[in-house]
C-alpha cells in the first residue's frame, strides 16, 4: 500500500492479537503485586509509565494509567492468554474485594475525572485548542494537517469551550445532547440555544449530577450558571473546571 509521500507502506491488523482489561483501585498494588515480579513502587512503574512483565507466568504489557480517577493498570497480554490472566487475578483478589466492572462504570469515573471522550464530546466540527486539549497540539512543528485553523484559533481565541458543569441539583441529570438556552431577544420565539450538553450522569460517590458541554467563550468561565431545557421546563448549572472527583489526582498517583 502506497502512503501520500510515496514511500512503501505494509499494514497489518493486529487488533485481535492482544487483549487488555483494567485493574483499579487501591488495592490493585497489592493485587498485581501477587502474580508478578516486576517492582510496582512508584519509584519503579510511576503514573503515566510502560512496563514488561510477566503476570502469571505470562509475558504482558502494564501500563500505568488513571482514567478511573484511581490507582490502576491496564493489562496487556496475548489473546490467547487472557482468560487464564484474568482468573489468576480474581484467584488472589478476591479476598481483596476483587469485582469486574463494565463500560459503563467506566464512563461514570472518566467524567468524574474530567476526561472526554472523543466522538462524543467532540466532533468534526471542533478542535483541541477549545476542547481544553491544547497540550497536545505543537504549533511549532513546521507543518501538519490543519495547522493553519488551530494557529488562527491559538490566535484569535476560541469561540466555544468545552467544560465540566454542575447541576444545581441531583435530580433530574439531563440527557446528553440537551440543549442549554437563554432567554431570546427575537420575536416568536422563547429560548435561543447557546450550548449542549455531551456527556451527563449522577455521580454515586459526590452525590452530584455533573457532565461536559460546550459554551460559548464568554459563559464559560467556572461558577458562571446556565440553564439546561428538560422536559420544557429551564433546569438551574453552573461551570465547573477541572476534575470533579480527587481535582489533585493524589489517588491516582498514589
Known amino acids: 500500500m502506497q502512503s501520500g509521500w510515496g514511500e512503501g507502506v505494509h499494514l497489518e491488523d493486529l487488533t485481535e492479537v492482544n487483549a487488555a482489561f483494567n485493574l483499579a483501585g487501591p488495592r490493585s498494588r497489592e493485587i498485581l503485586a501477587k502474580l508478578t515480579d516486576r517492582d510496582l513502587a512508584n519509584d519503579k512503574l510511576a503514573y503515566m509509565r510502560v512496563r514488561s512483565a510477566s503476570v502469571a507466568g505470562v509475558p504482558c504489557r502494564i501500563l500505568r494509567i488513571g482514567f478511573t480517577g ?3 493498570y491496564e493489562i496487556h497480554c496475548p489473546a490467547g492468554y487472557a482468560k487464564a490472566v484474568w482468573e489468576a487475578l480474581f484467584e488472589v483478589g ?7 466492572f463494565g463500560v459503563e462504570a467506566q464512563r461514570v469515573l472518566r467524567l468524574e475525572k ?21 497540550w497536545a497540539v505543537k504549533l511549532e512543528k513546521p507543518d501538519f494537517l490543519g495547522k493553519r485553523e488551530l494557529v488562527r484559533i491559538a490566535s484569535n481565541g476560541p469561540r466555544d469551550k468545552l467544560v465540566g458543569f454542575k447541576m444545581d441539583r441531583p435530580d433530574p441529570v439531563p440527557d446528553e445532547g440537551m440543549q442549554i438556552v437563554v432567554a431570546s431577544l427575537a420575536r416568536g420565539r ?23 458541554c460546550w459554551l460559548p467563550v464568554e459563559r464559560a468561565t467556572h461558577g458562571q450558571p446556565f440553564d439546561v431545557f428538560i422536559d420544557g421546563k429551564l433546569v438551574g448549572a453552573h461551570v465547573h473546571h477541572g476534575p470533579f472527583y480527587d481535582p489533585e489526582g493524589s489517588r491516582l498517583r498514589m
Open 70 to 72: 484511581e490507582l490502576s
Open 94 to 100: 478476591v479476598d481483596q474485594g476483587l469485582s469486574p
Open 114 to 134: 474530567g476526561h472526554i471522550i472523543v466522538g462524543q464530546d467532540t466532533d468534526a466540527l471542533s478542535d483541541p485548542i477549545s476542547a481544553d486539549a491544547g
Open 190 to 212: 422563547k429560548y435561543d440555544i447557546i450550548g449542549w450538553v455531551t456527556s451527563s450522569r449522577l455521580s454515586p460517590t459526590l452525590g452530584e449530577a455533573i457532565g461536559l
